[in-house]
Each structure stands twice: as structure tokens, then as C-alpha cells.
């Protein structure tokens, strides 16, 4: 098989004068939301599953995706304070100069089914981007429950596809973000997107093991996924936002029902991105990722194995979630700083 490979969009075309901003700081953290809230600094914590803490606060985030072991952290991201806050509707955001956290939340039922709300909610992050100080997206989180449920073309995830792509309209066609779509099994049927942004722009990266998954073919659905595999964000020291990535090389899914071996498949394409980006991979302590299960049976498999590869230094999230295909197992998504 043979695949198309992007070169105009691979970031060693990237000039460096464009790489202009503070990186981001992004961890893992046992501290408590509200003592975090109060340094001026903070941009985004991000809590995980049902007990998570509820913050009414744009710079809070609750996902509804159950973390796999008992006490898990809250995320944190950091940049030079002071971060202000921001609402409009069903939009909430915080941000400084350089960098904002976003997100909007929209009830399914309120637009008429996932597609709808969907399309909804990217027409709102497109005006939003318009009429920002920081427009140029750099990654997008995409949750929603029952991701896998309707068959063909009905299948939830496809028509959420369908209405990202009409919400996005002709936007962000050449730079589509890096991004994640997973599915919560909360039962509420909420779209929830949530986004960094920065004044300037990144540069996409394409990961030559696959096709750009903007040109998946039909047979995946109607609208193909508005997505970039990995986003070098416009950082003075190298950062890179990594999709969601799974055992798919050029657009198949590959080791159907047996994790271990789509786990192998998808550490190879994180491999094969980093070196198209021009980074040592490496998952050491300064990155930070999450690692989606769709069944419990892996949860020691998946652990094991990766901190057989990785170590104790690796800073690693593993959560219960849904792949977008059905038969896809293992997801992992993250950022790797150079
Ligand atoms: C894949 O490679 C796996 O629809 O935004 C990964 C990351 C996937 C993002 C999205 C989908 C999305 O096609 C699925």
C-alpha cells in the first residue's frame, strides 16, 4: 500500500522566526483545585470522571471520562500570569497575551441530535477564533457519549464528524488542529469541546505511517475527521501537541481484538510523528500523556508495557474511554517538549 505523504505540511519546512511564544507548562498534579485557583498563573485545571471537582470557573474543566486507578490527578496548565477569565454564553474561557483555554458544552437535545450540536458548537469556536486575540487553534479535546452507537452512517461519531466539518467550514482547512475524539459512557449526552489557542500560529505535522485523516476515504463516513496528527505549537523551546493516535497505518485499523499488538501499531506511529517532527522521542518527564481503554481486561497489559518501555519517569494518565472505531482498542494522545 502507498501513502500520500504531505511535505508542504511537515514541520521541516517550518520557519523559525515563527517560533515565538513561552511553551506552555503541562502536568500532572495531586494538589487541590481550589488552592491551584488562586496562583495567578494557573490557565487550566482539568479534572477526570465523576469525582472530580465541580468548579464553576472558566479556567476549570470537569471531563466525564473515569480514570482508570483510584486518586487521579488533576491536569494543570501554567503561563506567565496574570490569566483572566472570560464568558459568553456557552462559552467560557481564560487566557493571558499568548494562549487561551476554551471550551463550550453544548446539550444535544437543545439542537436536535449530536450532528446538529456538533456543527453548533464549532460555528461558535469559529467566531470565537475570529474575534480573538489568540485565533489560531493549536489542539482540540472533543468528548461525547456513545460514541460508537448506530450503525454505518449513523453511528454517532460520523455524524459528529458531519457537523464538525460543517461548523468548521473552510476555516481551518490547511491548519487543522491536533486533536482527540473520545467517548464518555456518562450518558449525558453533552458535546464538549474544549481547545488551546495561541497568538500565533503552529505548524501541523503529518505522520507518514498514515493518511491525513482529512483524506480518509468515504468509507469511513460522510465527512472525513478535520484533523492534523500533530501540532508543533510556535514555541521558542520545541513543544508538540500529538493527536489522539491508534493502530491505524495509512487509513486501516490494524490487529483487530488483541490490544497488546494495536498498542505495538500505535507506539510505532508516535514514533514515526516525532521523527517527522523532528523530535527525539522519548515520553520522558517533561511530557505528559493519557492513554484511553476502551476495555478493563487491558488496563495491566497497556501499564505494563508501556512502563516496561517508558519507566516510572513517564507521566501517564490511563482513562476508561471509547475509540471512534469500534475496533480500535487503545488510544493515546499527549504533548512531548523537546
Ligand atoms: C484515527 O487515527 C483515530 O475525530 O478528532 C484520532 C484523533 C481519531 C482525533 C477526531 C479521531 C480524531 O483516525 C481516531
Redesign the pocket.
Known amino acids: 500500500m502507498e501513502y500520500v505523504v504531505q511535505p508542504e505540511l511537515n514541520v521541516r519546512n517550518a520557519g523559525s522566526s515563527t517560533y515565538v511564544l513561552e511553551p506552555m507548562r503541562m502536568y500532572y498534579a495531586q494538589t487541590s483545585v481550589e488552592s491551584l485557583l488562586t496562583d495567578s498563573d494557573v490557565l487550566a485545571v482539568i479534572g477526570f470522571g465523576a469525582n472530580a471537582a465541580r468548579v464553576d470557573d472558566p479556567r476549570c474543566l470537569r471531563v466525564g471520562l473515569e480514570p482508570v486507578f483510584k486518586n487521579a490527578p488533576v491536569e494543570v496548565w501554567r503561563v506567565r500570569g496574570p490569566v483572566r477569565t472570560h464568558r459568553d454564553g456557552p462559552v467560557a474561557w481564560s487566557g493571558n497575551q499568548d494562549y487561551a483555554f476554551g471550551r463550550i458544552e453544548l446539550a444535544e437535545a437543545d439542537f436536535g441530535g449530536v450532528a446538529a450540536a456538533a456543527q453548533h458548537a464549532y460555528e461558535m469556536l469559529k467566531s470565537w477564533c475570529r474575534s480573538s486575540a489568540t485565533p489560531h487553534l493549536l489542539r482540540?479535546w472533543?468528548y461525547l457519549d456513545a460514541i460508537n452507537l448506530g450503525h454505518g452512517d449513523d453511528e454517532r461519531?460520523r455524524q459528529?464528524?458531519s457537523g464538525?466539518a460543517a461548523g468548521m467550514g473552510s476555516d481551518f482547512v490547511s491548519t487543522y488542529p491536533a486533536?482527540?475524539?473520545i467517548g464518555v459512557r456518562d450518558g449525558r449526552r453533552v458535546v464538549q469541546i474544549y481547545w488551546l489557542a495561541a497568538r500565533a500560529p503552529g505548524k501541523p505535522v503529518e505522520n507518514p505511517r498514515?493518511i491525513s485523516?482529512w483524506r480518509?476515504p468515504r468509507c469511513?463516513g460522510p465527512a472525513a475527521?478535520?484533523?492534523a496528527?500533530g501540532m508543533r505549537a510556535p514555541t521558542s523551546s520545541p513543544q508538540l501537541f500529538v493527536?489522539?493516535?491508534?493502530a491505524?497505518v495509512g487509513?486501516a485499523s490494524h490487529h483487530a481484538n488483541d490490544c497488546a499488538a494495536q498498542l505495538a501499531e500505535t507506539l510505532a506511529n508516535l514514533d514515526s510523528l516525532m521523527a517527522a517532527a523532528q523530535f527525539a522521542a522519548q515520553f520522558g518527564s517533561e511530557s505528559l500523556w493519557k492513554v484511553y481503554l476502551r476495555r478493563d481486561a487491558d488496563v495491566r497489559i497497556v501499564e505494563s508495557s508501556l512502563r516496561a518501555r517508558f519507566g516510572d519517569e513517564m507521566s501517564l494518565l490511563l482513562l476508561h474511554g471509547d475509540?471512534?472505531?469500534a475496533e480500535?482498542l487503545v488510544?493515546i494522545?499527549g504533548v512531548q517538549n523537546g
Open positions: 482540540i472533543n461519531y459528529f464528524c464538525r486533536a482527540t475524539a498514515q485523516a480518509y469511513y475527521p478535520g484533523f496528527r493527536s489522539g493516535t491508534a491505524v487509513h475509540i471512534c472505531r480500535l488510544e494522545d
